[in-house]
């Protein structure tokens, strides 16, 4: 009697299913947890600013109309068109690659970027004053971090539907641009380190849930 197609059909939809769901819930898990890292720590410290943080104040500050305060503010405003450029530069490889399978994904990731940016507002809840050096307030979690890592993170999401070299560049480019942006926002006194640090486990954290909301598990990768 010939086998029936069905019965090998039928266990690989349902292992496939299994993994989807460990998949989401792992995402989903670590999203959690990086969230509630960022909450507890801002609970915790209240106004008080770490040590760490008075001491790169004290000793790394860049007085403005110095070469390093040029720099940085140089830094600071190229972060977020690089960020953007690898965000539009990964879309449109998407939409060569896949067209009208990637069509139906890029909105999910359009709806991931803005997920990320939200956490933007959180400082509204902390209302964390910045160093004295600047008076800024309302700076826990950073602001321009934010927007700078939810741009990044959104194009390493959809750089899975694509090539290693692809993932590879956008990672690495994000990773260097990120910590070029937050090295200037903590030497030109508008951030502490901690801002910055919350901004990355914030904007990561609600990145990872909207992940395992919006079910985008790369599904095309392509090898090399």
């Known amino acids: ?21 460990t998949w989401r819930l792992r995402a989903a898990a670590a ?20 040590p760490l943080d008075t001491w790169i104040v004290g000793h790394l500050y860049s007085r403005p109309e110095t070469a390093p305060a040029t720099v940085a503010t140089v830094i600071s405003g190229a972060g977020t068109i690089v960020g953007l450029v690898l965000l539009l530069a990964a879309a449109a490889a998407l939409l060569r690659r896949w067209r009208a399978g990637s069509a139906r994904l890029l909105p999910r990731h359009g709806v991931l970027l803005v997920a990320c940016l939200a956490t933007v507002a959180l400082q509204a809840a902390f209302r964390r ?5 600047t008076s800024q307030d309302w700076t826990y979690p950073s602001g ?81």
Do not use: K, Q
């Open 129 to 133: 004053p910045g160093p004295p050096v």
């Open 1 to 21: 009697m010939p086998e029936d197609p069905l019965a090998r059909t039928v266990p690989f939809m349902t292992d496939h299913s299994t993994s989807m769901r």
């Open 144 to 224: 321009h971090v934010t927007v700078l890592a939810a741009l990044a993170f959104t194009a390493f999401v959809i750089s899975l539907e694509l090539t290693a070299a692809w993932r590879a560049t956008v990672l690495a480019a994000s990773v260097t641009t990120l910590a070029a942006v937050s090295a200037s926002r903590v030497t030109l006194g508008e951030h502490y380190l901690v801002d910055v640090v919350a901004a990355l486990f914030a904007t990561v954290g609600a990145g990872l849930l909207a992940v395992a909301a919006l079910n985008l598990r790369p599904r095309h990768r392509v090898p090399g």
């Open 31 to 50: 999203g959690g947890l990086c969230l509630a890292a960022m909450v507890i720590a801002g609970i915790a410290l209240g106004d008080r600013v770490p």
